[in-house]
């Protein structure tokens, strides 16, 4: 089954600064790569997201950019500011009916003033 | 637009007592309904997935069990909770048309004693 490896655990950064989070999967065929955003105590948020028939993918601040070859994908946040300190995690899918997402294991986020 | 509910919010409970945790989305028809589980500081573990009425997919093999009596209301239970079993609860909704997008619900955070 699909196997989703994300890196690093903690990340730590001055405001206004770059943050970068990097995930690799296993399976080939998988398609979806979504990222959430978590705050202390509360749901994961889907903050962006790639399909596989596209490179990048930008919205503000934040751009994903997904290397089908290598498997890996990552999460660029620019301009980073001390809301942006939360969990994130990556995750991958492959197409099928019940659509469901293997997780990385997170990133802890901190942007300090 | 859609909605997931879930409750109760919070609960403690005692090792050996039952459990039943409640989902339900508003605003679509015949989503894919998923369980996660998260432990404290921990990622997110797919328990269970349905893709309608009546089947239910165990991704983990443990003291828990799902149902999905109606098309948009999915049920976690516990005939006897474990303290492992603590943790938060997360029910989530995707469409299931190939859109893959998933949301989460506001989660149940369950505490065992």
């Known amino acids: 089954g699909e196997n989703v490896e994300q890196h690093p655990s903690t990340l730590s950064v001055q405001e206004g600064d770059s943050a970068v989070i990097k995930c690799t999967y296993s399976?080939?065929?998988?398609?979806?790569f979504p990222w959430y955003k978590q705050e202390l105590g509360k749901r994961p948020q889907l903050i962006i997201d790639i399909r596989s028939n596209v490179g990048e993918k930008k919205d503000q601040r934040i751009a994903v950019t997904l290397n089908k070859t290598a498997k890996h994908f990552s999460l660029h946040i620019t301009e980073t500011q001390p809301e942006d300190s939360a969990v994130y995690f990556c995750?991958?899918?492959?197409?099928?009916?019940?659509?469901?997402?293997?997780f990385g294991k997170g990133t802890k986020l901190t942007v300090n003033p | 637009s859609q909605t997931i509910h879930q409750w109760p919010a919070t609960l403690v409970q005692p090792v050996g007592s039952p459990l039943s945790l409640e989902c339900t989305v508003e605003?679509?028809?015949?989503?894919?309904l998923y369980w996660y589980r998260q432990a404290a500081g921990r990622g997110l573990q797919l328990l269970f997935y349905s893709v309608g009425i009546g089947q239910i997919s165990s991704e983990v093999p443990q003291n828990l069990s799902a149902s999905r009596p109606q098309d948009r209301q999915f049920i976690l239970s516990s005939k006897k909770l474990l303290l492992s079993d603590s943790g938060f609860y997360l029910c989530?909704?995707?469409?299931?048309?190939?859109?893959?997008?998933?949301?989460f619900g506001p989660g149940t955070r369950l505490t065992v004693t």
């Open positions: 605003g679509t028809s015949n989503p894919n």
């Open positions: 989530a909704w995707s469409s299931g048309r190939g859109s893959y997008e998933q949301y």
């Open positions: 995750a991958a899918s492959r197409q099928g009916g019940s659509e469901k997402l293997v």
């Open positions: 399976d080939s065929a998988s398609n979806y």
